[in-house]
């Protein structure tokens, strides 16, 4: 492809974008394909020639996008959102053009730089405690691809502290006993397990009515393998849980953590960014007492998937734990510690400079825009909440202080299958799409609230369709 | 950003991008700026309104461009390449914009199938194992963000299998010993580390002139280690080694593999991709063994970073080691067996439709278009090796089968001294960038020739500026 050929269809591609962005609603939110239908209508083999980029979106237009579940459609109420913001997709496209590498402070410095200040920068706008500026002692933040790999830092570094520093050389993770809901994300089991803490030392800790953490059943937990010799190191306080947003108290968590010497990790992924609001920094609650915290940009605030932001107040935990550093990465900035290289603070080596689409998102967009639109969110989840109650069909089985609702039929009883029934059929009308989870062994419909281009009428046709339905 | 100005500014930056990548030879190829410069000139809090479109790009041409290393200048001759290609630009623009997320299949059909598609063409492409396709017994291929990804997958599917499972209840890795050369990425330790194999237990293989590994060496090591009562593992072989471009000889240590019951990793991040070429699928050698695989399309072949290719023939241990299933993401297409749920062969739950920037390369470009770069590549390389070897200053010190020289100057017996300082001197002229690395103690000057952009006259300039300099 030539440049002036790149001009032309990049043209194209960004009018096809903005075109896809405010038509999506015509869609279909889920796809309607079975298993193989969309390998089955492309080519076994590559070509052997190459073909015009017509001929390629032809294929995208009629293959790949109808086989896609549609995240921006403002019929999307599934799992939790993915927002996307045209400064955003903007940023993406740069990062993509200059092709550059922030491995190393040296590779890329620019890429650095303007990272650490976007962390710094939304720790501000999220009111987040100082110790977590890249300016403090011994905090500072990070772009991670996703709260799972975040997560996976976190662990990692609380093992290093609970081993000062042993288990880089011995890998001996046979005491280490870490703690959660059974609400947790699924990514705290999957990071434990792969920092080589397994099923047997991971504790689910109960949880209350409103499916938040027992700080009593924590304590009894703890008390109970520390009489066993085991070593509690990690604590993961939820802000906003994905089954059912419910949020762990960190302001009593987190004293525990201290006295005991427990690395606390708030995982914050989908609510943490309500804090962009003053009225929502409750959200924060606790926080003071956190080692780390986690929140997603790329779910709530329309910067492009993926873009996790992730605090830690204890850099030489972090460092110990991931810092390797072969002849060929050596460089003198690096070695004069007036740098930050952040392959440190990751799982991977290599990295894109994702920091652009924030940088682009926060000053093309603004901040306000995102107030405007997590209020929205709030309001209309609030207001649905209240056609919910007045409707003897349908119960509210958990607390909704944000944007998510979580609904049964309620003639189901135990068994589920009126509310797992009401879900198929809803999604099967590519109208909207909800998500299924399961609370305490009870069958549950999610209404994630979220997608930037839903507003009250959509809310208000969802509503409607569940109630035809049911 | 409105729609039209989505279209304007989305317009203004495909030119912007062209222009850039057409014109990137004339800007000094390192960055020429100091710690904090950066950031220094940046705002130290975020805006409160927002803020025009061009005033950000100002930022970008004025201040972030010339601090950043450019990696797709013709004279990179650092590190390895970290390719970008036009369609593959695109392909990563029509990702953000559609921004769907593929962790599951049910969550965009297409986003798995597209991939799925891909890691067989590729498999064609560059013609590994049938039991590497995805239509094969127990095998199949995933994109990964990076190398490092892939390895640490790779480290727990061999852990996983090592121990029959064991580990996801006990997380006792204590037994477990794994085997590379001190030339093996540096990846590999880290991700040994982070699976709880500490470095007491990774075995540092000898290698041999080539800085190849010595299967005698390997050979007593295992035998030592199983008479202590621990357990071999993993051994990572290297298809191009970061420091020298090595070749471990998998045909040699995949029979020692296969006796004593060792998952083989093979990692060929920047070699593999040579294998597009048929006259290169030397490349290749011993696949037949390997239990995994991995290659960098984001390296030698124009697809934008990041793309990491990973196949496994034991999607068994895989799926053991990585797959977490809460019920907030059953879906009956997984449940039936019908369908890949990528987020179970890869760390992060989340993922970008990254198959988009391959297939649009593939599409667009055309395989031929990467072979003819490769072998421009490593002609150039053969004919600089021609040049230095006819130069009594300076001396060749390892092999270079494809498209990376190491030198050093030959007055530097073992200080490294005079090679340190050409290299300090070359890259302060910002027309070529060069990396250094350590070969068996000894100071070297790589020369990585892999640029897309990069030309014969290009390296005859970066030779005549090392020849001036020296």
Chains 1, 2 share one sequence.
């Not at 001929?55 to 579940?69: H, K, N, R, S, W």
């Not at 190191?233 to 419910?246: D, R």
């Not at 009401?422 to 989870?437: H, M, P, S």
Request: glycine letters at 8%.
């Amino acid at each position: 492809m030539t440049p002036e050929e790149f001009r032309i269809h990049g043209h194209a591609l960004i009018d096809w974008i903005a075109d896809y962005v405010e038509d999506v609603e015509e869609r279909p939110v889920g796809a309607m394909v079975e298993p193989g239908d969309v390998r089955s209508r492309l080519p076994e083999h590559p070509p052997t020639e190459p073909e015009s980029f017509d001929a390629v979106m032809a294929d995208v237009e009629q293959i790949v996008v109808p086989g896609l579940t549609q995240w921006q459609h403002p019929g999307f109420f599934a799992y939790f959102p993915s927002n996307t913001s045209y400064p955003s997709i903007l940023g993406e496209l740069l990062s993509a053009g200059l092709g550059v590498q922030g491995m190393s402070w040296v590779t890329s410095p620019a890429c650095t730089e303007v990272e650490t200040l976007m962390l710094d920068w939304m720790r501000e706008l999220l009111d987040l405690p100082e110790r977590f500026d890249s300016r403090s002692d011994n905090g500072g933040g990070v772009i991670q691809g996703t709260a799972s790999e975040a997560t996976l830092v976190a662990i990692l570094s609380a093992r290093w502290r609970a081993t000062a520093g042993a288990v880089n050389a011995d890998g001996n993770t046979t005491k280490l006993v870490a703690y959660a809901t059974s609400q947790a994300h699924s990514s705290i089991e999957k990071g434990l397990r792969i920092a080589g803490v397994g099923t047997e030392r991971i504790r689910v800790v109960a949880h209350d009515e409103s499916f938040a953490m027992r700080t009593d059943a924590l304590e009894e937990m703890i008390t109970a393998d520390r009489a066993a010799g085991l070593v509690p190191f990690f604590v993961c306080s939820t802000h906003g849980t994905t089954s059912s947003m419910a949020f762990d108290p960190t302001s009593a968590i987190g004293p525990i953590c201290e006295r005991e010497g427990i690395w606390l990790h708030v995982d914050a992924a989908m609510s943490g960014i309500a804090a962009l609001a003053p009225e929502h920094r409750w959200v924060n609650d606790g926080m003071g007492y956190a080692d780390s915290y986690c929140t997603n940009p790329h779910k709530w605030m329309g910067v492009n998937f993926d873009c996790n932001l992730y605090w830690t107040a204890d850099r030489t935990a972090l460092l110990g734990a991931l810092s390797i550093l072969p002849e060929y990465l050596r460089s003198q900035a690096a070695e004069a510690g007036a740098v930050i290289d952040y392959r440190d603070w990751q799982i991977p080596l290599g990295r894109r400079f994702r920091a652009l689409k924030l940088w682009f998102a926060i000053r093309c967009e603004g901040v306000a825009a995102f107030q405007t639109m997590i209020r929205r969110h709030v309001e209309l989840t609030h207001d649905l909440a209240a056609l919910v109650t007045a409707d003897d069909r349908f119960e509210i089985v958990a607390p909704h202080p944000l944007n998510l609702l979580c609904l049964a039929v309620r003639s189901d009883g135990d068994s589920g299958a009126a509310t797992d029934r009401l879900i198929d059929a809803a999604n099967a009308t590519g109208d909207a799409l909800f998500t299924r989870t399961v609370l305490d062994g009870r069958s549950v419909l999610r209404v994630s609230i979220g997608a930037r281009a839903t507003e009250r009428h959509h809310v208000d046709a969802a509503w409607n369709l569940l109630t035809t339905l049911a």
